[in-house]
């Protein structure tokens, strides 16, 4: 018979923090490197899940390998872009598309 408390817990945390709890789910498969769970979720909620620098999804992870580590496996966390989702480009990219012409001839 198959453990499902690691998959039930992450759906649990997840539903809690997200706002259409009705869109999360979960797929469990196991293998040899121990136990992956496959996050689906609405686009809406990425930033939910993922947390600033990632710090919510990493805090995550570490409850997932406390609860594997109760049941003697090794849990990985995968979070499956959804459809539509759209990544913001980091900060330093980001620079190129400002405007600056109204500044450029600017004499101090």
Known sequence: MENTED???LVFIV???VG???K??????????????TL???S???GYVIGRKGQTAQAIRTLLKIV?????SRVNLKINEPEGSERRAPQRERSADI???????LKI
């Open 7 to 9: 998959k039930d817990f």
């Open 15 to 17: 539903k809690s923090i």
């Open 20 to 22: 259409n709890p009705d």
């Open 24 to 37: 999360v789910s979960a797929e469990r498969t196991v293998d040899e490197r121990g136990v992956l769970l």
């Open 40 to 42: 689906n979720i609405d």
């Open 44 to 46: 809406a909620d990425m």
């Open 68 to 72: 594997g580590a109760k049941n003697n």
């Open 99 to 105: 405007d600056t012409s109204s500044v450029d001839d």
